[in-house]
């Protein structure tokens, strides 16, 4: 079951569009990745979720009903633009930050004291959040979103700013919250966490969703069939030499080893282009090439800038 | 609701506790209270008694009558002798009148060693030199005796009433009570409107703004925040009350005068009448000033303290809150302090301007200006409070209560509307145009 849904979210400021018809739907209990470049309305259709502005249009649905004040305390926020009062003590603060978001003194003490134990931070409870390290603050800014054991929590950039062991302490943690039970929408530019972490995403560019899906199911619809081959022993060229149900894309000679990309045509498998390549030499290694996210992001978002574009300058 | 009480605590505690505040709150009654009791003790100090000795060739000046604060010593002696024996002598100066041989005998030195004397003895002495010639050439060239000139002599005073209800009223109180409570209400709501904008530019560049405004409405912040400064405003001005009252008392105790002020004002009674124990005429001629301030005191106890008091707490709270929420707009949208300035001139200048037009208003307090400008909600607070202590018919207090609370709304609903946009927009030149495209969001 999707736990969130947005459907048809328009909003526009006033001399642009943010969101153009923008709809997602996130499981329960998955990760979900939202994308796009800068200034392609992420952070706004997060902000929606958080209820800080409103749509023009559509709706937010959040297990079903319509988004409403209520649901504020079952969502957490790790904003993108983050910080704290810098004159004020870490305790006092997180505690203030979790009465604001429904948690009674008593258990706001009770979970911070074990949160902070588990970060290490119980040391600085009395301190000034000024002599805290930005990791530091960090950790607290994302202490104080997870605190109240929300049902969706948003990320919005949650690695900026971790050096790697905090980074992967945090990521931990993350997917520990999935396991237990939360649902994750998380915001990044950073395309290797999101193979890392995400089930599903929705990329958005120029106000328009352009894609979304399962991470797994994406990948493999932009599979190009093509495959790495390492062979030795061959020294002609293998374009002329393999029939037409394979294309030779690239090959290179390095250090004896002839390295091929070979696209199989015709449905083909790659049982048959072992047997294909077989006579010709010794078959070091083969591998599939798959497209990483980071070039699904760039391919897609090109090609939707190219396509915007042609379709701007058509009806100008 | 809750919350917003939860955002009123942080924000009363977090200043309450600042040492700034602690300070303010201590240097404040502190300097209050010296001011009611160092004039006590100068007038203290004064009172010791200074002798001179008095070396009159000319045998007129025998009766200058010595007070509580000049004891008058004659010798008989020549002049160089008294100069060489003066450091002997233990007084604190000589006066050497000389007989001239062609002038009259109006001419005096006043030799002294140290401590040169103060302005009040020279001028003592010349009053009381001026006196004795003058009633003695009367007497010796007109025949006019001592108790014909008494009886000559008249004082003027004019005292204003008011026709209806009889309440007898000093401008110059008046003008001072309206003052002070307009420069206090004027004071404060910079002092405090200055502390929401930067309350507001924190949270907005330290970024927890935008933690905060996905918990609560950034109205209820924008609320929370004025109201708990309100009410930092309204403990200082208590513990300022408090403190300064229990200052003044601790004083009084440990001194034993039940009232300085009482006893200030008994003082310069007691000094004026010592100083003429012999001329009552004189002395009527002389106090005209001590009779000012005597009238100054008594009218105090003329004016209706209850309206004024409460209309000061209700202008102050509401000119307050009318200003803070236009700081917290602008506080929303800059990025820092140095930006405030483009947009902070819509606010002073009506602030500054209640100000400057508090001189035509004393001069005529029903005027059309004070009228006006008594109205006005943004400039009301301040221009009321000066014109109130003259009499303000009370259909124009209402009416000026009524719209300025329709002000505080009407600024607090523009406020809201551009701090809503302008906490979450970062790293951006806001101009006049911005703003106008917020409010119509």
Redesign the interface.
């Known amino acids: 079951m999707d736990l969130l849904v947005a459907n048809n979210i328009t909003k526009r400021?006033?001399n642009h569009v943010a969101l153009n018809g923008v709809s997602v739907s996130v499981p329960e209990q998955s990760i979900f990745g939202l994308l796009g470049p800068n200034g392609a309305g992420k952070t706004t259709l997060i902000?929606i979720i958080?209820?800080?502005?409103m749509p023009d249009e559509g709706e937010i649905l959040l297990h079903g009903e319509k988004l409403h004040k209520n649901h504020?305390e079952s969502?957490g926020?790790l904003?993108e633009?983050?910080?704290?009062?810098?004159?004020?003590k870490v305790g006092e603060q997180a505690l203030?930050?979790a009465?604001?978001?429904?948690l009674s003194y008593g258990d706001a003490m009770k979970k911070l004291k074990y949160w902070f134990d588990k970060f290490e931070l119980l040391g600085w409870w009395n301190r000034k959040v000024e002599e805290l390290s930005k990791g530091m603050q960090q950790k607290i800014?994302f202490i104080?979103t997870v605190l109240h054991d929300p049902k969706l929590l948003i990320f919005d950039e949650p690695f900026s700013g971790f050096d790697p062991i905090n980074a992967s302490l945090i990521k931990d943690e993350i997917l520990r919250l999935r396991d237990n039970g939360a649902t994750i929408i998380f915001s990044t530019h950073n395309m290797a966490s999101v193979e890392e972490l995400c089930d599903h995403i929705a990329l958005i560019n120029k106000s328009k969703k352009i894609l979304e899906g399962r991470v797994s199911e994406i990948k493999s619809s932009y599979k190009s069939d093509i495959y790495k081959v390492e062979i030795t022993g061959f020294n002609k060229q293998l374009k002329d030499t393999l029939n037409h149900d394979f294309e030779v894309v690239e090959e290179t000679y390095k250090n004896e080893v002839l390295e091929a990309q070979i696209k199989i045509l015709n449905k083909k498998s790659t049982n048959e282009l072992i047997m294909a390549l077989m006579p010709y030499g010794n078959i070091h290694a083969m591998q599939e090439i798959v497209p990483t996210m980071n070039d699904i992001f760039i391919a897609k978002v090109n090609s939707d800038t190219l396509h915007y574009n042609t379709n701007s300058s058509l009806t100008e | 609701m809750k919350?917003t009480l939860?955002?009123i605590k942080?924000e009363y505690l977090?200043r309450v506790k600042k040492r700034s505040f602690i300070v303010m709150t201590i240097l404040g009654p502190l300097l209050m209270a010296a001011l009611m009791i160092v004039p006590y003790y100068i007038t203290k100090l004064d009172k010791e008694q200074k002798i001179i000795n008095v070396l009159d060739e000319t045998g007129i000046y025998n009766k200058l009558g010595s007070n509580e604060t000049i004891k008058f010593n004659y010798i008989y002696t020549d002049i160089e002798t008294a100069i060489a024996n003066f450091d002997q002598s233990n007084t604190s100066a000589l006066l050497y009148i000389p007989k001239p041989s062609l002038t009259e005998p109006t001419n005096a030195i006043l030799y002294f060693a140290d401590k040169q004397p103060g302005n009040t003895v020279t001028s003592y002495i010349q009053d009381k030199m001026k006196y004795i010639y003058e009633n003695k050439k009367l007497m010796e060239l007109y025949g006019i005796d001592k108790k014909q000139i008494d009886e000559a002599k008249v004082r003027i005073t004019i005292n204003s009433e008011n026709i209806k209800t009889g309440e007898k009223n000093l401008p110059l109180a008046t003008t001072l009570i309206g003052i002070f409570a307009g420069f206090l209400i004027y004071f404060s709501i910079f002092m405090y409107g200055n502390q929401v904008m930067r309350g507001v530019i924190?949270?907005k560049?330290?970024?927890?703004v935008?933690?905060?405004?996905?918990?609560?409405k950034p109205f209820q912040l924008l609320l929370g925040k004025i109201v708990g400064i309100a009410l930092v405003g309204l403990t200082q001005f208590l513990l300022w009350i408090v403190l300064t009252l229990s200052i003044v008392t601790v004083f009084q105790m440990t001194i034993g005068h039940k009232n300085i002020v009482k006893t200030e004002q008994t003082q310069i009674t007691k000094q004026s009448n010592t100083l003429f124990p012999e001329n009552p005429d004189m002395k009527k001629g002389q106090d005209s000033d001590n009779e000012m301030i005597q009238s100054l005191l008594n009218s105090i106890g003329n004016y209706n303290y209850t309206l004024i008091i409460a209309s000061f707490f209700f202008f102050f709270l509401f000119g307050y809150l009318l200003y803070a929420a236009l700081f917290a707009a602008i506080g929303s949208a800059v990025d820092n302090e140095a930006d405030t300035q483009q947009f902070m001139l819509p606010i002073t200048i009506p602030l500054i301007l209640a100000f400057i037009l508090a001189q035509p208003i004393i001069e005529n307090p029903q005027g059309p200006i004070a009228f006006w400008f008594s109205i006005i909600p943004l400039t009301s607070p301040i221009v009321m409070m000066i014109r109130l202590p003259f009499g303000v018919p009370v259909y124009e207090l209402i009416l000026s209560m009524g719209l300025l609370v329709f002000g505080f709304i009407f600024c607090t609903w523009l406020a809201a509307k551009i701090y809503r946009t302008g906490i979450?927009m970062?790293g951006k030149k806001i101009s006049y145009r911005e703003l106008w495209?917020w409010l119509?969001?």
């Open positions: 400021f006033a902000r958080n209820m800080i502005s504020i969502i926020y904003p633009e983050r910080g704290l009062y810098k004159k004020m203030y930050l009465q604001l978001r429904g800014q104080v | 919350k939860i955002i942080r977090s924190e949270e560049t330290s970024r927890i935008e933690i905060i405004v996905s918990s609560v979450l970062y495209k119509r969001y």
